[in-house]
């Protein structure tokens, strides 16, 4: 198992989730946000941060970088990818992911343990966790309320694409329907705005985020 | 008004620096030496105070004198660590105020070569009934936030506290942490003749001109508006970008030395290379990179624009540099280089526009005697919020609603306390946060702490009582201190109560961490913090790192039904200059004198129980006294406790107001199973059993009082901070 672990100039968490890619098992490098060659892995990790600065708008501007296009391609071949917190906003500005990520309600940057909720996806993210299952996993951003338009809404929902909820009157930011995590109809794409990448050792405050990393590989990835 | 008094000289030292040219200077030179001889650069009502601070240690690696401290913490890995003050920036534009203090210090800690790991932050505004208070917390805490949070770098501590003196004045004191391997650091004395000045990360623009001298050595009066350009604005984009080109040119071993860029921007950064490393240098201003067009010579010497980082690099290793610096996307220029003049020369259009003696700029600035005088009289106005008679439950509640007490973690939770995935205890209940270091197979706490209203009472025994209080919230997760960095808020030195009050507290600094054992590496020094109605408390802040030597051991745990509550140390308490005192307007001059050995056996006693990991819960008692301790331990286990303070009140004869409400360093309380607490009795320190945790109440006897209050109460009170600020 090789992941791959982008980064841009602005990134913050990207050493985070290559200890956890590390600790749930496999190998683990960085792919420079000019590299438009991913380099054979099996699984890519958009990470967390400001990239670019994130001036103009949460992931505006790393939609357009090599990387991502390439991540594009080895989404649409079935890759797994997973986007967490600026790498959803990444994959939503791409259109790899429906919907968006606003301003949180409070306009505040919020960080705090969050409990979130397994939803109803399939996907090989998910592929360890149940349905209702809770789990302790950070939550930090300034810009994680999820919208998406009614009916686009109604697909998302309807369509089984909901991987993680706000555990009941937990919401940080006023996302829609509680919504912290979706994958695209196929599956293989998940971004959510909680950290799963910091909730992989006891010691810091929780594992229950190895799951997800580890659901990849159970899966039979790579 | 002579120019030179527009820039804060005084005739004085004009004349000294006319007398060591053998002329008179040109408007660059001036410009120049009006920022290095300003109080902000030059230390110059400090500095002797300064040097009587112990500094050496067996686990110094840097110490005064480098951009910041640093302590060995084992396998080949040092800590790198120091505070430093951004308060007249911030009284004027608050966000990028706190903003750029911020990456002004993560700059201090990345010039070393270490990787920032944490920042805390220590902060004091007026009382939050005023609109300009909370326009000012907010617009601080969205500012430490916002580059904190960007720069990936988690905040993991820190202290707010509110009164009066700072309505006008407040202070943003931000302290960096970061960790290196000790033989890949590098120090900023730049060396060997020839070798090339390079100037790494944003373009510089007129942001910040005078920044030094126009607002961090004057007091802030009318018209602070009107300084707002002085403020630069900061951009944590660019300061990741030469945060991780910089450690990539550190990593390939590219650079001879490094040094940021802060107040006094080139002026200081280069005139303090070419000191430390006894060389001259030139710098040509038409090489450096400008935001706009037709900037004066004077101008781009003295530009605090920020985000740039000056280095030291050998010819031949030029390109390289270039290389690393296009694939971060961050400025690169050669500016200049060393020479073997022993001057430092200002080119521009080819020709010499300034040319100073490089001792004479950087380290000619007189450094004064202070004349202390003790104030007859309280030097600060009270302001009452609660009847003296008020029964001790409405007390209790006061305290814990007092903006000082009540949790802060309304501005903890707009902070990033995790990123990096160290951050074993985080912001909250605990006294320090701890950090996990596994390169070196060790775990390191920090924390930072300031009582401006104690050290008002009394300078000496107050600012004991800081650095015991800071050793304190170590001893409680285990930590043993390693090293010290002090940030001096004081007023002007220049009036004798003012004079006093630092001396009284650089001494009770001094003795505190030579009692401790303890160096202090680093620090800074902001001086006349002062308004038109007065000076604000004198506010010596402490920051101290730690080691633990077991993470899993750091008795962060809450206190269980079962638990027994201790009181541990030599706990004497008082109501002189006690929170409480602040909110009946009854402070004045005088503290009982701390027991300084008897508080630090105290620690050591703490620390050990802590790190045999017997305790379940350890918390010293600090503002608001027993009361507001045990009442905190509730609200976060959400368990209640049953204890009585008569023991308390039978060995030091206090009165049941003071036993409850009193302060005074030496205090812990500790929760565990009955005989591991005993036990400690007999290690030399005093050990009260005060009584069970239990139930959902917080019940406390003390004489003839009790407080009986639930614990839905309690915490209604003390998470009132946010309908305070955010009103």
New interface residues.
């Given amino acids: 198992m090789v992941w791959g672990v982008l980064q841009f100039p602005g990134s913050c968490d990207e050493r985070d989730a290559l200890n956890a890619c590390r600790l749930a098992g496999g190998e683990a490098r960085l792919i420079w946000h000019d590299d438009d060659d991913l380099g054979g892995v099996d699984a890519v990790v958009v990470p967390g941060g400001f990239s670019y600065g994130d001036y103009l708008r949460a992931g505006s501007i790393a939609r357009f970088s090599p990387a991502m296009e390439a991540v594009a391609r080895f989404a649409a071949d079935g890759g797994p990818v997973i986007g967490i917190c600026n790498g959803f906003q990444v994959l939503c500005e791409s259109g790899l992911l429906p919907g968006a990520l606003l301003p949180n309600d409070s306009t505040r940057f919020t960080c705090h343990q969050g409990e979130l909720v397994v939803g109803e996806a399939e996907s090989p993210w998910t592929s360890a966790l149940e349905p209702g299952h809770v789990l302790s996993v950070p939550v930090k951003h300034q810009s994680g309320r999820f919208f998406a338009p009614p009916d686009v809404l109604e697909e998302i929902v309807s369509g089984g694409q909901v991987a993680f909820r706000y555990s009941p009157g937990s919401n940080p930011n006023g996302s829609l329907d509680d919504i912290a995590g979706i994958v695209n109809r196929e599956g293989n794409v998940l971004g959510l705005m909680p950290h799963p990448e910091h909730a992989v050792d006891p010691l810091t405050g929780s594992e229950d985020g190895l799951a997800i990393f580890r659901g990849v590989i159970g899966a039979g990835v790579g | 008004m002579a120019r030179h008094r527009e820039l804060g000289l005084t005739d004085r030292e004009y004349e000294l620096i006319c007398d060591r040219m053998s002329r008179e200077p040109n408007g660059v030179e001036l410009a120049m030496f009006s920022l290095l001889w300003s109080e902000h650069c030059g230390y110059k009502h400090s500095r002797k105070l300064l040097s009587t601070l112990p500094t050496e240690g067996p686990r110094v690696v840097m110490g005064p004198g480098e951009n910041a401290g640093a302590v060995d913490v084992g396998n080949g890995y040092s800590v790198a660590f120091k505070v430093e003050s951004h308060n007249h920036p911030s009284a004027v534009e608050p966000f990028q105020g706190a903003a750029t203090g911020v990456g002004g210090i993560l700059r201090d800690v990345i010039a070393l070569g270490a990787r920032p790991i944490a920042m805390l932050d220590s902060l004091r505004f007026g009382p939050p009934e005023d609109e300009r208070t909370r326009y000012l917390v907010d617009g601080v805490v969205?500012g430490i936030?916002?580059y904190g949070?960007?720069?990936?770098i988690p905040t993991v501590g820190g202290e707010i506290e509110f009164a009066a003196p700072y309505a006008q004045n407040p202070l943003v004191n931000a302290m960096c942490v970061g960790l290196a391997k000790t033989d890949e650091m590098v120090r900023a004395a730049a060396s060997g003749p020839g070798n090339l000045v390079v100037l790494v990360g944003s373009l510089t623009g007129r942001d910040g001109i005078g920044g030094a001298s126009v607002l961090a050595s004057a007091e802030l009066g009318e018209g602070d508006d009107a300084k707002r350009p002085t403020v630069q604005i900061g951009?944590?984009?660019?300061e990741?970008?030469v945060l991780?080109c910089c450690q990539e040119l550190l990593a390939e071993g590219l650079l001879v030395s490094l040094q940021d860029l802060g107040a006094a921007g080139l002026t200081s950064s280069a005139g303090e290379m070419a000191s430390a490393g006894r060389v001259g240098i030139e710098i040509d201003v038409g090489q450096v990179p400008l935001r706009e067009a037709g900037m004066e010579p004077f101008e781009v010497m003295v530009s605090e624009s920020q985000e740039r980082m000056l280095a030291i690099v050998e010819p031949d290793q030029v390109d390289r540099v270039r290389e690393v610096c296009e694939k971060?996307?961050t400025g690169f220029a050669v500016v200049g280089r060393v020479t073997d003049s022993g001057k430092f020369t200002v080119v521009a259009d080819g020709e010499a526009v300034g040319e100073m003696v490089v001792e004479d700029l950087v380290d000619g600035c007189p450094a004064y005697d202070l004349e202390p005088a003790e104030p007859t009289e309280w030097p600060y106005s009270n302001h009452p919020t609660l009847d003296p008679e008020t029964d001790p439950e409405e007390v209790l509640l006061a305290l814990l609603a007092s903006p000082t007490i009540a949790s802060k973690q309304w501005a903890?939770?707009?902070?990033?306390?995790?990123?990096?995935?160290?951050?074993?205890v985080?912001p909250g209940p605990a006294d320090a946060a701890v950090l996990?270091i596994p390169e070196a197979g060790t775990a390191i706490a920090v924390a930072i702490d300031g009582s401006g209203r104690r050290v008002a009472c009394e300078p000496w025994s107050g600012t004991v009582g800081t650095v015991l209080e800071c050793a304190a919230n170590l001893a409680s997760v285990g930590a043993e201190p390693l090293g010290v960095t002090n940030c001096l808020n004081f007023g002007n030195p220049e009036k004798p109560t003012i004079a006093w009050q630092l001396t009284r507290s650089v001494e009770g600094l001094g003795d505190a961490c030579r009692a401790l054992g303890v160096p202090v590496v680093g620090g800074n020094v902001s001086l006349y913090n002062e308004t038109p109605s007065g000076p604000i408390y004198p506010t010596p802040v402490v920051g101290m790192v730690g080691e633990v030597p077991d993470?899993?051991r750091v008795a962060s745990r809450p206190w269980e039904e079962g638990d027994q509550v201790a009181l541990v140390g030599p706990f004497d308490p008082s109501l002189a200059g006690s929170e409480l005192a602040s909110l009946t307007g009854s402070l004045g001059p005088g503290l009982p004198d701390p027991d300084l050995e008897g508080s630090i056996a105290a620690i050591e006693v703490v620390r050990e129980a802590v790190r045999s990991g017997s305790v379940r819960t350890a918390h010293d008692v600090s503002d608001g006294g027993i009361a507001v301790a045990l009442a905190e331990l509730a609200i976060n286990a959400g368990l209640g406790c049953d204890v009585d303070l008569g023991s308390l009140i039978a060995r030091t004869d206090c009165s049941p107001e003071d036993a409850l409400f009193g302060e005074c360093p030496g205090g812990f309380i500790l929760a565990g199973e009955h005989p591991v607490l005993e036990q400690l009795g007999g290690k030399g320190v005093p050990v009260e059993m005060l009584g069970p945790v239990a139930g959902d109440e917080l019940q406390v006897t003390a004489g003839e009082r009790t407080v009986v209050l639930g614990l839905a109460r309690l915490r209604e009170a003390w998470e009132s901070l946010p309908a305070a600020v955010e009103a």
């Fill in positions: 969205r936030g916002h949070n960007s720069m990936g951009d944590p984009f660019e990741s970008k991780e971060w996307q903890f939770e707009q902070y990033d306390s995790i990123v990096g995935s160290r951050t074993v985080r996990s993470p899993n």
